[in-house]
């Protein structure tokens, strides 16, 4: 990379680190938002001193025994990108239905090589 592409990446992360720090988002939420892969997003935090985010710091309650409320979601989620490009997130819950869109992207990926 050119030394100004180099400068230019630069200065485009830090800005879109400084937008994650103001945005109350968990990383991978954030890359979601704005199109980005989870490791590019740590790779340039940990190559520009970043260190790790507010969202993933872990704080000591001060009082051990207090119950804390806590939401359980069920929620989860796969997210599949095929080399095309193409991206599928289905609920990780259901191991036949994974398969089945695995099976179903990979073709589709195929397709596309082929055009």
Known sequence: MGGKQRESAVALWRSRLAKFRKSNLSVAEFCRQEGL??????QWRKRLGEGAARSE??????????LVPVKVSSSLFVEIEFP???????PAG??????????AGNELSQEAIRC
Do not use: H
């Not at 710091?57 to 207090?66: D, F, G, I, M």
């Open 94 to 103: 259901n191991p036949e239905v994974l398969r089945c869109v695995i099976l």
């Open 84 to 90: 095309n490009g193409i991206r599928m997130r289905v």
């Open 37 to 42: 892969s989870n490791p590019s997003f740590y």
């Open 57 to 66: 710091q872990v704080q000591t309650p001060v009082k051990t025994s207090a």
